[in-house]
């Protein structure tokens, strides 16, 4: 009998940006878990599931066999995005790691980025790293989302290949929340930002009781805090025109 693939909500949300008709790496996929979950729902989807390390990449290999799906799930072995073949186009998806991990992937790949069409990148912290990433490397963020799944609260990043070449330069404050998370700011949105602030406010506070002060950082710390006072503003302000 066939293992059944269930996904956690993280990854459900994940598998949701992926164009099935277009086949799909899974960077750093652990138990290929999202590739067979869609190879199994879709018969004609095509994925890799591409691991760095021999552990992961046999856990990758068991649950593909498990399935039943080494005609649609390829496991290869290899750092980041090495995994992709010359001029083999792909969706990429790079999830559950930090954003400066994302980062340094998506650096050390670059030349690969070319037959990348879209990136699906799902960042455990850092996530300004990532879209200072994207930026950097032609691509246009298009869709992102925030939810809590077991007690955390992640973001997903969605970039599309930048075609024609437009400047997509995002503010900083738009790189340190997120562009469309700032538009829609959703209840995670703000219990996020909530836990962040007095993250932030800790960090500042230690700075300042620092004997070699780093007043770069302070600056960028205190210039944080302000835009995120200023976003959960606009919660207090949403509650009060709820009330009339």
């Not at 790691?97 to 050390?108: V, Y």
Request: charged fraction near 25%.
């Amino acid at each position: 009998m066939q293992k059944e693939i269930t996904l956690s909500k993280r990854l459900t949300k994940i598998a949701s940006f992926i164009d099935i008709a277009e086949p799909f790496a899974d960077i750093g996929s652990d138990h290929a878990y999202l590739p067979c979950f869609l190879c199994q729902k879709h018969a004609n989807t095509f994925a890799v599931a591409g691991e760095v390390n021999e552990g992961p990449f046999y856990s990758a290999t068991y649950t593909v066999q498990a399935c039943g799906l080494q005609d649609r799930v390829d496991v290869r072995l290899g750092d980041g995005l090495e995994v992709l073949k010359e001029n083999e186009r792909m969706q990429v998806v790079i999830a559950g790691m930090g954003g400066s991990l994302i980062r340094s992937i998506l650096e050390k790949g670059k030349k690969k980025l070319n037959n990348v069409s879209r990136v699906i990148a799902q960042p455990n912290i850092d996530e300004r790293d990532v879209r200072i990433a994207l930026q950097e490397f032609s691509f246009q963020i298009t869709e992102e989302t925030i939810l809590e799944d077991q007690g955390h609260i992640y973001e997903i990043i969605v970039a599309e290949q930048n075609k024609n070449n437009k400047k997509n330069s995002l503010t900083d404050r738009e790189l340190f929340f997120g562009p469309y998370l700032l538009k829609n700011k959703t209840d995670i949105f703000y219990k996020k930002w909530k836990h962040n602030y007095l993250h932030h406010q800790r960090i500042l506070d230690q700075m300042m009781r620092a004997n070699v002060k780093n007043e770069q950082k302070i600056a960028q710390y205190s210039q944080e805090m302000q835009w995120i006072k200023e976003v959960l503003s606009d919660e207090a302000a949403a509650d009060q025109r709820r009330h009339f």
